[in-house]
T-cell receptor
Framework: GQQVMQIPQYQHVQEGEDFTTYCNSS?????IQWYKQRPGGHPVFLIQ?????EVKKQKRLTFQFGEAKKNSSLHITATQTTDVGTYFC???????????FGSGTRLLVRP | DADVTQTPRNRITKTGKRIMLECSQT?????MYWYRQDPGLGLQLIYY???????NKGEISDGYSVSRQAQAKFSLSLESAIPNQTALYFCATSDPPYTDTQYFGPGTRLTVL
């Protein structure tokens, strides 16, 4: 069945270092979404990418959607302790509005 | 995100007990979802409802049932709880066709002893 895989599972960085998480789908996606879940919290929508090769930025966060629309990445420049949490990618399941989520990348930041 | 509420927030129950988790939303969205989160496994879809008369099974529906009482209310039931149903449960809503972005409730932490 359709799968969305995310690596790495964990990343522990020193504050100020950069961080990247990668997402790969077994099928072509119409769009990809990214969510952030703070420790003890719930997933919160960050961004949606729709176009092949699309790049979007939110302050220190850069999101990319691959040319084949099967992979995506989230890059954080100069991490801060407020970036701590788990980052999930998600893509539509089949042609429906159901989402299939990656397993997430948990980011820990040493102050 | 206070637009999506879940009760209870924490629940400890015993094996074999029936338990209901409730979700309410004031966002006016037609679509509602129940997810289960286990450590390292991301979010798995249990059931979803595209409107009051439309309920569908997700990836892991065995052992669960749902009820859509109104547009704003979607309940998840465990008829006979078992320990491997210990997890964090999230309700979510979405509002296509404009977007399939999902808005999550605060979650219910369920422990089955």
């Amino acid at each position: 069945g359709q799968q969305v895989m995310q690596i790495p599972q964990y990343q522990h960085v020193q504050e100020g270092e950069d961080f990247t998480t990668y997402c790969n789908s077994s099928t072509t996606l119409s769009n990809i979404q990214w969510y952030k879940q703070r420790p003890g919290g719930h997933p919160v929508f960050l961004i949606q990418l729709v176009k092949s090769g699309e790049v979007k930025k939110q302050k220190r966060l850069t999101f990319q959607f691959g040319e084949a629309k099967k992979n995506s990445s989230l890059h954080i420049t100069a991490t801060q302790t407020t970036d701590v949490g788990t980052y999930f990618c998600a893509g539509p399941m089949d042609s429906s509005y159901k989402l299939i989520f990656g397993s997430g990348t948990r980011l820990l930041v040493r102050p | 995100d206070a637009d999506v509420t879940q009760t209870p927030r924490n629940r400890i129950t015993k094996t074999g007990k029936r338990i209901m988790l409730e979700c309410s939303q004031t966002k006016g969205h037609d679509r509602m979802y129940w997810y289960r989160q286990d450590p390292g496994l991301g979010l798995q879809l249990i059931y979803y409802s595209f409107d009051v008369k439309d309920i569908n099974k997700g990836e892991i529906s065995d052992g669960y049932s749902v009820s859509r009482q109104a547009q704003a209310k979607f309940s998840l039931s465990l008829e006979s709880a078992i320990p491997n149903q210990t997890a964090l449960y999230f309700c979510a809503t979405s509002d296509p066709p404009y977007t399939d972005t999902q808005y999550f409730g605060p979650g219910t932490r369920l422990t089955v002893l």
